[in-house]
């Protein structure tokens, strides 16, 4: 068998799709049953958070095994194979342990180091275990992935270059102001009780708010976070919670909101923000108007030469040149052709000419290139005047939406004195984000855990056969012996059991060697095959050795199952 992960994330898709292909927890459970029932898997795992959905299987064909897990990715998360299709990765064997790997140490992150990451792929795990679709394979790697994140947070300064989606958001927000002087005295609002809304809770309250307001579907869960907040030592925040249906009033009370809910339809829409904003300073808030502004002195559509910034009576002989088309904007330098671009967009005239042949194209091209030859470049009949846009208003309200789906309505970027941060804009600002010099070193470390890994599950694979062996050993060993005393009936206990010793000790020495041998050289990159030379040698019977493979199975899933419940003690 051989491990296989097929997914996406926000590195591979945009945000309009992952935002689409979240799955929910039923959804997540349903993606797993139907996963090892699939013919090529035999142990399944899902990783899904708010920027990547992950099927990790352990299968037994690989164009098979990608083929089925692409196709249940696209059935369980409501987008098409097509359209999914584009944007799915796939990684095998070591490449997709070294992924895991990196992703637990927060390298594939939005925010490169983030540890958030890590409780995640604790839960991932945690459900696969839960519904009996992890064995050795899945649980040997997610365990040493945590394993791995670990040790990357506490042997380099990874959390120097990382931090979670809500400190990154925060910072977004405050807009180069540092988060505890942007934060300290303002009354927030956060929508949802999960681990994120959780999470930006707590960070909320150590930055230094007022205030702050949980609203949840569930009031048990919004109560219980309060009481946390509240009941902190390391914070003084004043904390309480409230129904969802009171959050439009809160809304209008509150300087900061987030909101992480898993609600699949918008939980705040631009109008609803639009109504608190208005309610809060008590006047309408106004539309930012995104069309492009027009110079001083105003520019007249297109399709006549009044207005247009080229001087079409310099270009000699160029009769029924079109200034819609690419040729026009040849050589021209910034300023005009800013001015140009104005003035096409508000054009009425079709960009296509008709009358115009390949021919008379190029004629008029020729014509153009003359001309900007001689002067440098095209003619202007005035300079365009600077473009001046109206200030945009300090934000009233400040919203930092964490979900995926998102739940704040993206029109909400168009409303003057409200600032959001989602999720893409997040992206975004990323992709600027300075990575730490700590991040080789993580590198390296799961470059050495990735190679350690391999080693393990190389060396895993001949154990059954080496147990095999020694298990047929001990059989004939107890076959001699009891031959022996059919022939020799008169040994006393003591003598029987020397020989029994001596049999047994010559027998061990003569397989020590070998079977240490062959471990050693198995867990080499290429050592799957030794085991299969050790069941021809020995002639082992398959089905022994599968027996002590389902046996080690059961004792892997009775282990982790008596640690989850210790943990529940």
């Not at 006047?283 to 001087?311: F, I, M, Q, S």
Request: charged share 25%; hydrophobic share 45%.
């Amino acid at each position: 068998m051989s491990l296989l992960v097929v997914g996406l994330s926000h590195r591979s898709a945009p945000v309009s799709v992952l935002e689409r292909a979240t799955l929910t927890a039923d959804a997540q459970v349903k993606l797993l049953q139907d996963t090892v029932a699939a013919e090529p898997a035999t142990e399944a795992a899902v990783l899904a958070t708010c920027n990547r959905i992950e099927l990790y299987a352990d299968v037994d064909k690989f164009h098979a095994g990608v083929a089925e897990l692409s196709t249940l990715l696209a059935q369980h998360s409501g987008v098409g194979l097509e359209e999914l299709t584009p944007y799915l990765y796939v990684h095998y064997e070591d490449r997709a342990v070294h992924h895991l790997f990196s992703v637990a140490c927060g390298l594939d992150s939005m925010v490169v180091g983030e540890g958030q990451i890590l409780g995640q792929i604790k839960d991932a795990l945690a459900t696969a275990q839960e519904l009996h679709t992890a064995g050795r394979l899945l649980n040997d790697l997610f365990q040493q992935a945590l394993r791995t994140g670990k040790r990357a947070h506490s042997e380099t300064g990874i959390d120097r270059a990382g931090q979670s989606l809500v400190t990154f958001g925060l910072e977004q927000l405050s807009a180069g102001t540092a988060v505890e002087a942007w934060a300290k005295g303002k009354r927030a609002l956060v929508i949802g009780a999960g681990s994120m809304s959780s999470l930006a809770a707590a960070t909320l309250a150590r930055a230094g708010v007022a205030e702050v307001v949980i609203a949840n579907r569930t009031p048990d869960r919004a109560e219980r976070l309060a009481q946390i907040l509240t009941e902190g030592d390391d914070t003084d925040v004043l904390a309480r919670a409230v129904p969802m249906d009171a959050v439009p009033a809160e809304l209008t009370r509150a300087d900061v909101a987030v909101s992480c809910t898993g609600a699949t339809g918008l939980v705040l829409t631009a109008e609803a923000v639009a109504a608190a904003v208005e309610g809060r300073t008590g006047t309408p808030v106004a539309v930012r108007d995104e069309t492009p502004a027009p110079a001083a002195g105003g520019l007249t559509p297109a399709g006549t030469d009044e207005g247009c910034p080229l001087d079409l009576s310099a270009v000699q002989g160029a009769t029924g040149f079109s200034v819609m088309g690419e040729a026009a904007v040849a050589g021209m330098d910034a300023a005009t052709l800013e001015q140009h671009a104005a003035w096409v967009d508000r054009g009425t005239v079709d960009r296509r000419d008709s009358r115009r042949t390949p021919e008379v194209e190029a004629e008029l091209i020729t014509a153009l290139a003359a001309t900007v030859a001689a002067g440098g470049r095209l003619p202007e009949r005035r300079r365009p005047e600077p473009v001046v846009e109206a200030p945009r208003p300090a934000p009233a309200l400040a919203l930092l939406d964490l979900a995926m789906p998102r739940d704040i309505d993206a029109a909400v970027h168009r409303l003057l004195g409200v600032r959001l941060v989602d999720i893409e804009s997040l992206a975004e600002a990323s992709a600027d984000a300075p990575m730490a010099a700590d991040v080789d070193l993580v590198r390296r470390i799961v470059a050495d855990e990735v190679a350690a890994f391999g080693a393990a599950q190389r060396a895993a694979h001949i154990t059954p056969t080496v147990v095999a062996l020694r298990t047929m050993a001990a059989d004939v060993v107890a076959n001699e012996i009891a031959r022996l005393d059919g022939r020799l009936p008169g040994l006393d206990e003591k003598q029987r059991g020397e020989i029994t010793q001596t049999v047994r000790r010559v027998v061990d020495k003569l397989l020590h060697a070998p079977t240490v041998r062959v471990k050693q050289l198995a867990a080499e990159p290429g050592g799957a095959g030794y085991a299969d030379a050790l069941r021809t040698l020995f002639d082992l019977d398959p089905e022994t050795v599968a027996a002590v493979s389902r046996a080690d199975d059961r004792d892997t899933s009775d282990s982790t199952e008596n640690a989850k419940n210790r943990g529940r003690q």
